[in-house]
């Protein structure tokens, strides 16, 4: 093993990025370069580069990059392949002397503002772990959902473990006192349970999702010198997800933990179905169908029901009745999931996903509380327009649904409550059709024409001065088939900037002001104070 190196500066970098390759000709040249295009300092940067035992050129490519380096740059050359891929991550992970780390393969490429946005972001929260956005044309759905800026019901660890890359900057104390390395002995996946035991150990998360921060290449397989990811291995087999999953029982019992381990049974379900669909072999697809019964008798709980997809939920519990011919039709069909009808029976809520009521009697092996979708329908509310009309009246106009619910058999009412007290009261709306709702959220199959609303704001009404004051929180309530769902109301950036200024009712009393919240949602201000009101 040769080690070259560009001399560090007086000062520990703050981000040391890691780049452990084999054969990664022509990629790494413009990893490389994104790297030099970083607007953060180059004296807060350090770039590590482990080479195993590359045949094509990479060790050269990263020397001749390193002689023209701004930043500090390692090159460690390995003359004999590691046992496992890891064995380079580690390498270069005990070799960095930055506050952070960050690993990138030798396909990818970094935003030009990545490292500087990241580090901020550390930086400004205390960060353990940092997640900035990301860019595949293959990230599915679910892993889309992980760069979300507001963490939703399932808290910041849950959020981040969507995407199991570990392309997110990781605090290095952190991974030196809980030790957290990559796990040589796995076949594949190591990089997920590193993920996993980041993340179950950091105190803080945060999220960079304006920005595109690593564009993510072709991920190469173990062959190529790549970190085998679940995709990589022939079975799709559980080692790593069993692994990942003992680290988060380990974390103990706790809501966090319950969350973290519904997003791993949820990654590792898509993998199996995955696997059913697939041109693999019978007995491996056989051996898929296996893996979700033994998944579900050994890590399912309520918990993991509720927050775990229905469909995917539907296939698991066909699984678990060895029903192989029914999983594999599930599994050929999960993509048109979406289209499934909805069967509103009573108060409860159905989707007609393939098999509902196929077999009748006692003896249905797959009973209606499958396919119950009651308890997880969500309503979905935004504000489309603001506007003011005259100096003591706002014109406010959205939309509110409950999903897979036709809107034509909802009812819509927007409510106005306190914040943090008692208090509320419903405002008037009439209708406003919304048919690009059906075409844009309807997936063929639901129609929202409906779901619009409007309403005027007049602030000379006397009932107005009679509000206590405070920050008061717009809801939308929509309610079918006697059951209510309600939502806040979501106001995008740029709607209603008419309202930025202050509204008085009709007899300068009372200053009421209508604003978007920090969290990107439509509140007002109540005071009885002129020179009051600023938003909370």
């Known amino acids: 093993m040769r080690t070259e190196t560009v001399p560090r500066g007086p000062h520990p970098a703050d981000v040391s990025v890691l780049l452990p390759v084999r054969d990664a000709m022509p990629e790494l040249s413009r990893c490389l370069k994104s790297l030099a295009r970083q607007t953060l300092a180059p004296e807060r940067l350090e770039i590590i580069v482990v080479d195993d035992a590359s045949t094509d050129g990479t060790a050269d490519v990263a020397d001749s990059f390193a002689a023209g380096a701004a930043c500090p740059v390692v090159v460690v050359r390995r003359e004999a392949p590691a046992s496992a891929p890891v064995v380079a991550h580690n390498q270069a992970l005990t070799r960095a002397t930055g506050r952070y780390v960050l690993f990138l393969a030798g396909e990818d490429r970094l935003g030009d503002e990545a490292l500087e946005r990241m580090l901020t972001a550390a930086d400004r929260d205390s960060s353990d772990v940092v997640v900035g956005k990301v860019a595949n044309a293959g990230l599915r759905g679910f892993e889309k959902q992980a760069f979300k800026a507001k963490p939703g019901e399932e808290g910041p660890r849950a959020q981040a473990l969507r995407h199991l890359g570990v392309t997110k900057l ?69 080692p790593f997800f069993r692994a990942a999953a003992a680290v988060v029982q380990r974390a103990g019992a706790s809501v966090e933990a319950d969350r973290m381990l519904s997003v791993l049974v949820g990654h590792h379900i898509d993998e199996m179905l995955a696997v059913v669909d697939s041109d693999a072999s019978y007995c491996q697809r056989q051996c898929a ?81 499958v396919f119950d979708a009651t308890d997880r329908l969500r309503a979905r509310a935004e504000l489309l327009q603001a506007v003011l009309s005259g100096p003591t009246k706002a014109v406010l106009s959205g939309f509110g649904y409950i999903g897979s619910l036709d809107s034509s058999k909802c009812t819509v009412t927007l409510h106005l409550r306190r914040r943090g007290g008692e208090g509320a009261f419903v405002l008037p709306v009439g209708p406003s059709p919304t ?36 920050p008061w929180d717009f809801w939308v309530v929509v309610a079918a088939a006697g059951m209510a769902k309600e939502a806040r109301l979501k106001a995008p950036a740029g709607v209603g900037k008419a309202l930025d200024s202050g509204l008085f009712t009709g007899d300068g009393s009372t200053r009421v002001r209508i604003y978007r919240t920090p969290g990107g949602y439509l509140a007002c201000e109540i005071s009885t104070d002129p020179h009051d009101g600023e938003p909370r």
């Open 170 to 238: 990781f605090r290095r104390e952190l991974l030196s006192d809980h030790k957290i390395r990559f796990d040589a002995s796995l076949c594949s996946g190591a990089d997920i349970v590193f993920v996993t035991q980041a993340l179950a150990a950091a105190a803080q998360v945060s999220f960079v999702s304006d920005y595109v921060c690593c564009h993510l290449g072709q991920p190469r397989g173990p062959e190529d010198g790549g970190v085998p990811r679940a995709s990589d291995c022939a079975e799709r087999s559980l």
């Open 289 to 369: 169908v296996l893996e979700l019964q033994r998944m579900r008798q050994d890590y399912w709980s309520n918990g993991v029901g509720r927050r775990v997809g229905l469909y995917p939920g539907l296939c698991s519990f066909a699984a678990d009745r060895g029903l192989f011919d029914e999983v594999t039709y599930l599994a050929v069909n999960r993509r048109f999931s979406r289209r499934a009808r909805t069967l509103v029976e009573g108060s409860r809520v159905y989707r007609a996903f393939p098999f509902f009521r196929a077999h009748r009697g006692p003896g249905n092996p797959l009973p209606d509380h």
């Open 435 to 470: 048919p690009f709702l059906t075409r844009e959220r309807g997936d063929g199959v639901h129609d929202y024409d409906d779901a619009g609303w409007r309403t005027v704001l007049d602030f000379e009404r006397a009932d107005w001065s009679r509000k206590k004051s405070g």
